[in-house]
C-alpha cells in the first residue's frame, strides 16, 4: 500500500541551526514527491517538488531536498533556519497517474528556540 | 497566482445541524478536493471532484456529500454535524500533475 511517513513528530532547533526533516514512502513506481509547509492556521503552501531528473531539487525560502530511489526518501533540509521558518511541514506523494492521488505523512512540528 | 479562497475561516455548529463548506478557486482548474486535518494524522481525503458534477469518494466519505455545480466552486456538505466532526477542513485544486493548491482552511467546532 501507498504510505508516507515521516518519523519525527516534532523537532526543535536553535535558531542559525541547520534543519532536516525526514520522510519514507511506499509506492512502487517513481512517485511525485512533494514537501509542503503550514503555518498556523493557514493552509498548506508548496516549499518544492521532484517530478524527475536531477535528486535534489531547491525550493523556496532557502530549501531544498534530496530524493533518494535507494532509500525511498524524501528528505527536507535548509542549512540555517529562522524563527520564521516555525511552522508544520508535510511530505507528500503524488500517486496514480499524472499523481491524481496524493498522500500526505503526518507532518513534522518544526519548534526553533532563539 | 491560483487563489482558492473558503467561506468561512472558523465555524461553530450544534450537533445535528446541516453544515456547508464552501470553496471557490478562480484558476480554472478541473480538479478539487477536500480533507480534513486533525492532529497527528496528517492530511485525509474526504472527497474530490475531477470536473462538474462529477464527485468520488475519498478515505473518509462517511457522513459527508459534496456538490459541484459550477467548476469553481466545490462544497462540502455534513448532513448531521456530529462532535467527531469537529476538525480543520481544507479545500484545494490540482494543477501541474500531483502538485495541490489549499485554501487557508475552515476550522470547524460542532458542540
Known amino acids: 500500500a501507498q504510505s508516507v511517513t515521516q518519523p519525527d513528530i516534532h523537532i526543535t532547533v536553535s535558531e542559525g541551526a541547520s534543519l532536516e526533516l525526514r520522510c519514507n514512502y511506499s509506492?512502487?513506481?517513481?512517485?511525485?514527491l512533494f514537501w509542503y509547509v503550514q503555518s498556523p492556521g493557514q493552509g498548506l503552501q508548496l516549499l518544492l517538488k521532484?517530478?524527475?531528473?536531477?535528486?535534489l531539487v531547491q525550493g523556496i525560502k532557502g530549501f531544498e531536498a534530496e530524493f533518494k530511489r535507494s532509500q525511498s526518501s524524501f528528505n527536507l533540509r535548509k542549512p540555517s533556519v529562522h524563527w520564521s521558518d516555525a511552522a508544520e511541514y508535510f511530505c507528500?506523494?503524488?500517486?496514480?497517474?499524472?499523481?491524481?492521488?496524493?498522500?500526505f505523512g503526518a507532518g513534522t512540528r518544526l519548534f526553533v528556540k532563539a | 497566482d491560483v487563489k482558492v479562497t473558503q467561506s468561512s475561516r472558523y465555524l461553530v455548529k450544534r450537533t445535528g445541524e446541516k453544515v456547508f463548506l464552501e470553496c471557490v478557486q478562480d484558476m480554472d482548474h478541473e480538479n478539487m478536493f477536500w480533507y480534513r486535518q486533525d492532529p497527528g494524522l496528517g492530511l485525509r481525503l474526504i472527497y474530490f471532484s475531477y470536473d462538474v458534477k462529477m464527485k468520488e469518494k475519498g478515505d473518509i466519505p462517511e457522513g459527508y456529500s459534496v456538490s459541484r455545480e459550477k467548476k469553481e466552486r466545490f462544497s462540502l456538505i455534513l448532513e448531521s454535524a456530529s462532535t467527531n466532526q469537529t476538525s480543520m477542513y481544507l479545500c484545494?485544486?490540482?494543477?501541474?500533475?500531483?502538485?495541490?493548491?489549499f485554501g487557508p482552511g475552515t476550522r470547524l467546532t460542532v458542540t
Open positions: 507528500a506523494v503524488g500517486a496514480g497517474t499524472g499523481g491524481f492521488k496524493t498522500i
Open positions: 509506492y512502487g513506481a517513481t512517485p511525485y
Open positions: 521532484y517530478f524527475s531528473g536531477d535528486t
Open positions: 484545494a485544486t490540482r494543477g501541474e500533475p500531483g502538485r495541490q493548491y
